[in-house]
């Protein structure tokens, strides 16, 4: 009987490396599913990626495509320069909450709104990973952090900022979509958006927004299972999962 692969290395994943990520973390499925994505649409040597500051900063040394290292928060504005210098190539940025939605709050708006013609994914794991467990401005009410001890109190740091909502406000964005990867039956809707957004931008339709809830084990203070429970039922109906615009 012949040998049947039913699962087996994206040839995107660079041989031989294992992530640094803790375990229980999310974003490696997520870097899976690039790849994938990469390897299925045929891109990959035509595929630049601008990794952000944070937990996934040496993201290059995991995925075999071209990688550009931006300034926190600046990967919008960097990703926007390189596409208009070569719009041959298909560009993506991989940001986090405390990288997108706080220091670089103003290039994705900016980008959104003008309608780049670049691929976003958007990893909301409600709060800041690398730099110890504080609050991001996605960190839920009463959500306990390094830097809210008590719980984010809404007096004192406002509300928690719904950025796909937010962009889908604008006239001007392709396509805006809000997924999962905390549970296996997530997944087909992960990667069927990843791989939307990047079709968007072969087909030169503008700007394309993935935002991926994600987990945080470590700084959540969680096994990698409770973690994932705890997504499911406080931030999903907070972050409700869904396609926010679609310009077919």
Known sequence: MAEKIVYQRPNSWIEGVHTHYCPGCTHGIIHRMI???????DIR????GVAPVGCAALMYGYIDTDFIEAPHGRAPAVATGFKRIRPDRLI?????DGDL???????IVHAANRSENITVIFVNNAIYGMTGGQMAPTTLIGQKTTTTQAGRDPQKAGYPIRVSEMLASLASPCYI???SAAKPAHLNGLKKAIRKAFK???ENRGFSFVEVLSTCPTNWGMRPTDACDWLVKNMIPYYPLGVFKDFE
């Open 200 to 202: 968007n931008q072969m």
């Open 92 to 96: 993506f940025t991989y940001q986090g």
């Open 45 to 48: 040597d035509i595929t630049t």
């Open 101 to 107: 939605a706080s220091i670089g709050m103003a290039e």
């Open 177 to 179: 979509e809000r997924v």
């Open 35 to 41: 790849c994938e994505t990469l390897d299925e649409l």
